[in-house]
């Protein structure tokens, strides 16, 4: 197979080529006859004119001097019109999808029989992409049949393909002459580029590596329990509250919790991009893998009138032939929508004016602004191993989140992901042992617990909170047990907080309690302290564990504690436990309980 | 009725109830009882999970074939008393330091009853038990020690 571009050294050669390959009709078809030489666009058109040169035909070319001009060419060979001369010479120049496919390098027009326009425009794909990679095209919603295998009419080492794409079919024009070229090859990173085609040959960049993080096979990937669940659980428009204050909207929250067994942000990962993989069947908000192009809008919409409801994934119409696949609205009441995200199908995203309208219930609004997002090719974004880059509006479960994951919500918010701080506790015990942990941040001189960290306010009896003359630690735990010592006792009373604050007691801090206080007032000055843990250990048999987090702000603390089972049938000897310079790492510890008789 | 503790003030309260009357004024207080009511006590939510220890417990110890008593220590500064007067409190069982961490009260007298020398003999056959003549060793040690003892003592006095 030879590739003939436009500098082809020895014309003659190119041209006798062209002939070789191609039959020739004296009315003007010209259809592949035999060999896989391809050849630029200049080829065929310097062909058929040698061809009508010749005062006798040849062979399976049926052309000579007697026929009318079968082509014109401009801008440097690269726009090739086949001419019809049905009305004058019943010749009218024209080839086939199939011929269609041994060039490149520009657009070739012609006229079909029914004197409507017929338009291959060439697309060349520039860029770098790992070995085997097959580039797909979607235009207008559907899988453009590949004829080109991992590559072809590589005429230099940055060119990944040259073909010509068929743009205009019978007059009317596909899809705006829209396409998108995709490279989601499994295992490689993924990559989409948009481009509008016409006459000449246009540009597609692409450019895919290896996935360092893209190892599972797929196979097994897609055998995952939980595999299919992942898009499907919770679409949509879904407020996320990834910093604690509040939540921030977005597409949907990714979870890896139903992935039973495999319940990481790896699997995680794999799985959607296993959605998106070419050849796929599986979806992804309800859009084919094959068919998702990145190319998501937020539309600012009006709220309308009428009261009908858009349903979820459905596709969505606008003049001017555009559709696409609803993936969020912030209500789908047509009456309070005013922010709608959509996957661009086909056409050009709808503008100012247009109305966007439901195929289900036809709701409908008017558009006033809309927001191309930054996407990325596999949905998701970036995945370093360990933490999210994720694209504008890809949402996840806030719980998955974790320091260093980096989210952008549709509302354009940033929100960090706090970084939490766990520390873990597991105790090997009896089976039958009901263990407890009591565990506080330590004293800054003495070996034992800091119990008089904090000092309360006055608070009534029974109240639901409990206040402190000081703001709270930033890093103290977002739950745990607020010890008083209230005045009048002579032990600490343990409440269990569900949140605190320091803005409810501004600028003090507040304990927002589960239950209720005791029926005993704070006084003024009581010793108030933080336990980490005051509880038994979760669950029960020979391995029982604890666990609790707070948000790192700065530097290090120390935490003692112990481990008790007092069963008085068989006491275990006391652990003593430590967490030494606790800072922004999460830390775990292991005791054994022993029994002491 | 269960020990009550102050546990600010690290005192436990020991109630008549919890010791065991003998006769007349004299009652017992079995020192394993209060070792598993600290234990409880300790470990216990609603009483002193937050609070320091109160107690130390070495297990028997097997020497050269003698098995020494367990010991109950009471520490971290914890101290006892009763909610009676006038009774004699006989500290049986384990080895303790609870007449050191008594609080005198009226007419009220702990003995110890601690010895060095105390051991516990497994009944029932075996290679632990003793013969005869390894008993009278023993004791005769043990008197020996006694007298020692007791002859310093009193030198020291005169």
Sequence with gaps: ?597 | MAYSVNWTTKVITIPLTDLTLVSGSNYTLDVEDFWIEARRLEASPGDGLWAEQIVEFVNTQTLSGIVYSAIVKVINGYTWNTNTTNKNISLIGKNSNLLDVFIPGDGISVLANNSAGKITISEGGGSTVWSESEKDDIIVKVDDTYDQAHIAARNTQS
């Design chain 1, 1 to 597: 197979m030879t590739v003939y571009d436009r500098d082809y050294a020895t014309p003659a050669d190119a041209v006798t080529a062209v002939l070789a390959q191609f039959s020739i009709t004296a009315g003007g078809d010209i259809r592949h006859d035999t060999g896989t030489n391809t050849f630029h666009v200049w080829w065929l058109h310097r062909a058929l004119q040698k061809k009508v040169w010749d005062l006798a035909t040849s062979g399976n070319d049926l052309l000579n001097l007697a026929k009318p001009n079968p082509s014109t060419s401009e801008a440097l060979g690269t726009i090739i019109t086949l001419l019809d001369h049905t009305t004058d010479y019943t010749v009218r120049y024209n080839i086939d999808d199939t011929a269609a496919e041994s060039f490149f390098g520009g657009s070739i027009e012609q006229q079909n029989g029914s004197s409507q326009t017929e338009r291959y425009s060439g697309l060349i794909v520039l860029g770098t992409a790992v070995a085997g990679t097959q580039l797909q095209v979607v235009q207008d919603a559907a899988v453009y049949t590949s004829f080109w295998g991992t590559g072809l009419n590589q005429t230099d080492s940055n060119t990944l393909l040259r073909v010509l794409i068929k743009t205009i079919v019978a007059g009317a024009e596909v899809d705006k002459q829209i396409v998108v070229v995709k490279a989601h090859e499994y295992g490689d990173t993924y990559a989409v580029w948009e481009t509008t085609l016409g006459l000449g040959e246009k540009v597609a960049a692409i450019s895919t590596a290896d996935d360092p993080n893209n190892n599972t096979a797929l196979g097994t990937v897609q055998a995952y329990t939980g595999f299919a669940g992942v898009g499907a659980t919770v679409e949509g428009w879904t407020l996320i509250d990834v910093d604690g204050n509040g939540g921030d909207p977005f597409i949907g929250d990714l979870s890896y919790a139903g992935l039973t067994g495999n319940q990481t942000k790896d699997a995680l990962y794999e799985v959607v991009k296993a959605y998106l993989v070419r050849g796929t069947t599986d979806t992804l908000w309800g859009i084919d893998g094959d068919l998702y192009t990145a190319r998501l809008y937020q539309l600012t919409v009006t709220p309308g009138s009428g009261s009908q409801l858009y349903v979820q994934n459905e596709t969505v119409t606008w003049a001017g032939g555009g559709s696409g696949t609803l993936l969020a609205a912030d209500d789908l009441d047509e009456d309070n929508t005013t922010r709608i995200v959509i996957h661009l199908d086909k056409g050009i995203a709808p503008v100012n004016t247009d109305v966007v309208t439901g195929a289900t219930n036809s709701a409908n609004n008017t558009v006033t602004a809309t927001e191309k997002l930054a996407t990325a090719a596999n949905y998701i974004g970036v995945y370093t191993g360990t933490n999210w880059i994720a694209a504008k509006g890809t949402g996840f479960l806030a719980t998955e989140l974790i320091f260093g994951d980096s989210v952008t919500a549709l509302d354009g918010e940033t929100p960090s992901v706090p970084q939490n701080v766990t520390l873990n506790l597991t105790v090997n015990c009896d089976a039958s042992d009901d263990p407890y942990c009591f565990l506080a941040e330590k004293d800054g001189a003495l070996e034992a617990p800091d119990y008089n960290k904090y000092s309360g306010e006055t608070t009534g009896s029974s109240s639901s909170f409990v206040d402190i003359d000081t703001p709270l630690d930033a890093d103290e735990p977002q739950t745990g047990y607020v010890g008083v010592l209230h005045t009048g006792r002579t032990y600490f009373t343990f409440y269990e907080y569900s949140d605190w604050n320091n803005t409810e007691n501004t600028p003090n801090g507040r304990f927002n309690l589960v239950g209720t206080t005791d029926a005993i007032g704070i006084t003024a000055g009581d010793d108030v302290f933080i336990a980490f843990f005051y509880e038994a250990l979760d669950g029960t048999g020979a391995v029982q564990t604890l666990a609790n987090s707070f948000v790192f702000d700065t530097g290090t603390r120390n935490f003692v504690g112990w481990v008790r089972h007092g069963d008085p049938t068989i006491p275990d000897k006391p652990v003593p436990i430590a967490y030494n310079a606790v800072g922004s790492n999460s830390q775990s510890l292991t005791v054994v309980l022993e029994n002491e008789s």
